[in-house]
């Protein structure tokens, strides 16, 4: 189980060089090389570099303190948008220094630019290579013509760190947070959305103010601190939460902005419960993962509401992702690296594991399936690494080649990586969470201890769904 982060420090700002600055000595460019976390090792002189190429578009920011956890907010600028620049809503809690400087930060990152590249490059011949060159950077102007990205951040005061927050589906400004105090708070930011979609100046500069609000609603039920929180897609207002002692609690709305959450807690785990999803599908069922290396499926309708208990893995059970494009496919991670994806409709048979990747070797901290594309999912892990797959591909020799004569060069890349990883992001450090835009088919934002990058690879092609083309 990989939670807290180590030693938190406040992000600054850097002065970027500009044209012209810096160093004047040229140095001689080597062939480009993929590199592979723990496999290859950096020599004295060598320096990662960031294929821009690789993105259709990439941006890096941070809000203060960093966030061990944040959640996209839905909202009204359309419900599929393909052209940029973009516009996102969020919400983060941090993790201070001290207890008494936390908050959860509301924030909208707008003027999101970008491009759209081709998946394969267009090479017509070294005759034409310096154009090419002269193309590709008047491009990258133009793209940086747009301008940069504006943050405006507004700051509710949370009192401790906040371990995990979740945005309500149906009502996005109803947000819930776990605290390392022990208490699961519910908040009305519906203010503060209102405030960041009427303003389009920049707050990010000054914007240290904090609010002190009451929340809505406050449970101390639990008798330790938690990470596990999900409300349902399906019902309104209802919630599950689960601490590291074992225990989960059902929280049932009431009128009146209140909740009844269950005095008598669900016990199914012998350890930390890390993890809750609902069901796409059922009002009410719900699956967790523990320390215990199991994942529970629960129905609360049931006299027995545990359902069924799989082994997943041989090690912590970090985090779960529940499918709902395909609502018989659950994916999990690790503590040793290892995520699987188990098929729910064969879990009476003893052997529901249907896919085992062992790509990374650090533990999984974060897994979830795309809301475009049933066989895609994105994964982060603490090797600081956050990849992208496709669980329907498989290698294909010919169409290699293919690619190879096309690209009219062969092609630096490793050759024993599964045909399933799309993309490999890299440059954060201690990877925490991650989440796809369910308004922005193939982006996807993460949060490290460094801050956030949002980043959209561009060979992530996603079909607009039939039911809002």
């Known amino acids: 189980m990989v939670r807290s982060l180590k030693n938190p420090k406040k992000a600054k700002r850097k002065n970027k060089a500009k044209k012209g600055e810096g160093s004047s000595d040229s140095v001689p460019s080597l062939p480009a090389k993929v590199w592979q976390p723990g496999v290859d090792k950096l020599e004295e002189g060598e320096e990662l570099q960031c294929d821009a190429s690789a993105y259709n578009s990439l941006h890096a920011f941070h809000i203060g303190w960093p966030c061990l956890s944040f959640d996209v907010l839905r909202d009204s600028l359309g419900l599929v948008r393909t052209e940029f620049p973009?516009?996102?809503?969020?919400?983060?809690?941090?993790?201070?220094?001290?207890?008494?400087?936390?908050?959860?930060?509301?924030?909208?990152l707008s003027n999101i630019s970008g491009k759209r590249r081709d998946l394969v490059p267009d090479k017509t011949g070294d005759e034409n290579s310096d154009m090419d060159s002269d193309s590709s950077d008047s491009d990258e102007e133009e793209e940086a013509g747009l301008g940069t990205p504006v943050l405006q951040l507004r700051k509710v005061f949370h009192e401790g760190c906040v371990n995990r927050i979740r945005a309500m589906t149906q009502n996005p400004h109803i947000v819930a947070s776990w605290g390392d105090t022990g208490h699961v708070q519910v908040w009305d930011i519906s203010s503060h959305i209102n405030a960041l979609a009427e303003s389009e100046s920049d707050l990010s500069h000054g914007a240290s103010a904090v609010s002190n609000e009451a929340p809505l609603f406050k449970f101390g039920g639990h008798k330790d601190e938690g990470y596990a929180i999900d409300w349902s897609p399906r019902v309104p207002g209802k919630l599950v939460s689960g601490d590291c002692r074992n225990c989960i609690h059902l929280w049932e709305p009431t009128s009146g902005a209140t909740w009844n959450v269950s005095a008598k807690s669900y016990i199914g785990h012998t350890a930390s419960v890390e993890d809750l999803q609902w069901s796409p599908t059922e009002d009410t069922v719900f699956a967790s993962c523990s320390v215990d290396r199991n994942i529970i499926i629960?129905?609360?309708?049931?006299?027995?509401?545990?359902?069924?208990?799989?082994?997943?893995?041989?090690?912590?059970?970090?985090?779960?992702?529940?499918?709902?494009?395909?609502?018989?496919?659950?994916?999990?991670?690790?503590?040793?690296?290892?995520?699987?994806?188990?098929?729910l409709r064969m879990v009476k048979d003893g052997d529901s594991v249907v896919a085992h990747f062992d790509y990374h070797k650090h533990p999984i901290t974060s897994i979830e399936w795309s809301p475009h594309e049933a066989s895609t999912l994105a994964v982060s892990s603490s090797d600081n690494q956050l990849t992208i797959w496709d669980l329907s591909l498989e290698r294909d020799?010919?169409?290699?080649?293919?690619?190879?004569?096309?690209?009219?060069?062969?092609?630096?890349?490793?050759?024993?990586?599964?045909?399933?990883?799309?993309?490999?992001?890299?440059?954060?450090?201690?990877?925490?969470?991650?989440?796809?835009?369910s308004q922005i088919p193939g982006m996807v934002v993460s949060t490290a201890a460094d801050g956030f990058n949002i980043l959209m690879p561009s060979n992530i092609e996603n079909a607009i769904p039939a039911n809002v083309a």
């Open 298 to 343: 629960w129905d609360t309708r049931m006299d027995n509401p545990l359902a069924a208990t799989i082994t997943a893995h041989k090690a912590d059970v970090n985090v779960i992702s529940w499918n709902k494009l395909a609502s018989c496919m659950l994916a999990s991670g690790s503590d040793d690296g290892t995520f699987s994806i188990q098929d």
């Open 86 to 108: 973009h516009s996102v809503y969020c919400v983060a809690g941090t993790q201070a220094e001290k207890s008494s400087w936390n908050s959860i930060g509301i924030f909208k």
């Open 397 to 437: 020799e010919e169409e290699e080649a293919e690619f190879k004569t096309k690209m009219k060069e062969q092609v630096n890349a490793p050759t024993d990586l599964p045909p399933q990883l799309l993309f490999v992001h890299q440059g954060q450090k201690d990877l925490k969470e991650l989440h796809w835009h």
